[in-house]
């Protein structure tokens, strides 16, 4: 990467730090003309501000305001980049179909949309149902849309409970070989996973396509 490169990247990351929305959106357009892969920009330029007023609202030199609006960056930055991420075209071909949520009580949109728009990108038909949604929504969509794979996001040591609950409730319905279920989000880890009986976790978005890849080798066609 030239140094140029490098140089937009840390100021779209100051940008979102800064919950200046218009400059992440300026900086994301610029890096387009520059050629800079906009899933990179994502990651280490807007993701990478998200995560150190995170950091700093750790240690209480952030207040919730502050996080709002780096959310709010990140947000405006992402609908200018994820314009030139190139979208399955599911009628010629798609690897699986996902339904994907962050659980109910948390509103934490960022990494789920990020993960949502990674797994489109490559190749999988991706229905995002948004935040805060209940079991009971998500295991309808997954029957109407006849997923492969449910996905849930969890940012939220009090939300991570809904993530047990969809399996147990798969299992009371006597349907818990009809999905494959990939888990994630801040709250989430791989012990935890294994603990609710999840099929598979990530910690990002990379990861989180590689996992659901495996996953719908697994399923009998
Ligand atoms: C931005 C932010 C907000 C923004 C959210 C804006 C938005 N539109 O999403 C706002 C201001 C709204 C917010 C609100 C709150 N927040 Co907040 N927030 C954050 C912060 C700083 C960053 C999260 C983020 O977007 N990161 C950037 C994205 C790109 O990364 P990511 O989410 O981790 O996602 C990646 C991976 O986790 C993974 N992934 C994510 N989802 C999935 C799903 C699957 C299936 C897979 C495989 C992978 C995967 O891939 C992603 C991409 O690499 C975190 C701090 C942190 N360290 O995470 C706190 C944090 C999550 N918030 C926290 C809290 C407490 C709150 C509030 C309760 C605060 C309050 N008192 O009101 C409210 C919650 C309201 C609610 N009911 O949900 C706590 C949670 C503590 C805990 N462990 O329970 C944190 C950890 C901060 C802290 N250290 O205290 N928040």
Same mark, same amino acid.
């Given at each position: 990467?030239?140094? %140029?490169?490098?140089?937009?990247? /840390? &100021?779209?990351?100051?940008? @979102?730090?800064?919950?200046?929305?218009?400059?992440?959106? *300026?900086?994301?357009?610029? #890096? %387009? &003309?520059?050629?800079?892969?906009?899933?990179?920009?994502?990651?280490?330029? %807007?993701?990478?501000? @998200? +995560?150190?007023?995170?950091?700093?609202?750790?240690?209480? *030199?952030?207040?919730?305001?502050?996080?709002?609006?780096?959310?709010?960056?990140?947000?405006?930055?992402?609908?200018?980049?994820?314009?030139?991420?190139?979208?399955?075209?599911?009628?010629?071909? =798609?690897?699986?179909?996902?339904?994907?949520?962050?659980?109910?009580?948390?509103?934490?949109?960022?990494?789920?949309?990020?993960?949502? =728009?990674?797994?489109?990108?490559?190749?999988? *038909?991706?229905?995002?149902?948004?935040?805060? =949604?209940? @079991?009971?929504?998500?295991?309808?969509?997954? +029957?109407?849309?006849?997923?492969? !794979?449910?996905?849930? $996001?969890?940012?939220?040591?009090?939300?991570?409970?809904?993530?047990?609950? %969809? !399996?147990?409730?798969?299992?009371?319905?006597? !349907?818990?070989?009809?999905?494959?279920?990939?888990?994630?989000?801040?709250?989430?880890?791989?012990?935890?996973?294994? &603990?609710?009986?999840?099929?598979?976790? /990530? $910690?990002?978005?990379?990861?989180?396509? #590689?996992?659901? =890849?495996?996953?719908? *080798?697994?399923?009998?066609?």
């Amino acid at each position: 990467m030239t140094g %140029l490169s490098e140089e937009i990247l /840390s &100021e779209m990351k100051e940008a @979102v730090i800064r919950g200046d929305a218009k400059r992440a959106e *300026e900086l994301a357009r610029q #890096s %387009l &003309e520059m050629n800079i892969d906009p899933m990179k920009s994502i990651e280490q330029g %807007l993701a990478a501000g @998200v +995560r150190e007023v995170g950091q700093k609202f750790e240690c209480g *030199e952030a207040f919730i305001p502050n996080l709002f609006m780096a959310g709010n960056a990140m947000k405006a930055g992402m609908v200018v980049l994820e314009k030139a991420i190139p979208m399955a075209n599911y009628k010629q071909f =798609t690897r699986g179909k996902i339904v994907i949520a962050t659980v109910a009580g948390d509103i934490h949109d960022l990494g789920k949309t990020l993960v949502s =728009t990674m797994l489109n990108s490559n190749g999988f *038909e991706v229905n995002d149902l948004g935040v805060d =949604t209940p @079991v009971s929504k998500i295991l309808d969509a997954a +029957r109407d849309k006849k997923a492969d !794979i449910i996905a849930l $996001s969890s940012l939220m040591t009090i939300t991570l409970p809904g993530q047990r609950d %969809l !399996i147990d409730e798969l299992k009371r319905r006597g !349907i818990r070989d009809h999905y494959k279920v990939l888990v994630g989000g801040g709250a989430a880890s791989e012990r935890w996973a294994a &603990e609710i009986g999840a099929d598979g976790y /990530s $910690s990002d978005a990379k990861g989180a396509v #590689s996992k659901a =890849t495996k996953l719908v *080798e697994l399923i009998p066609h």
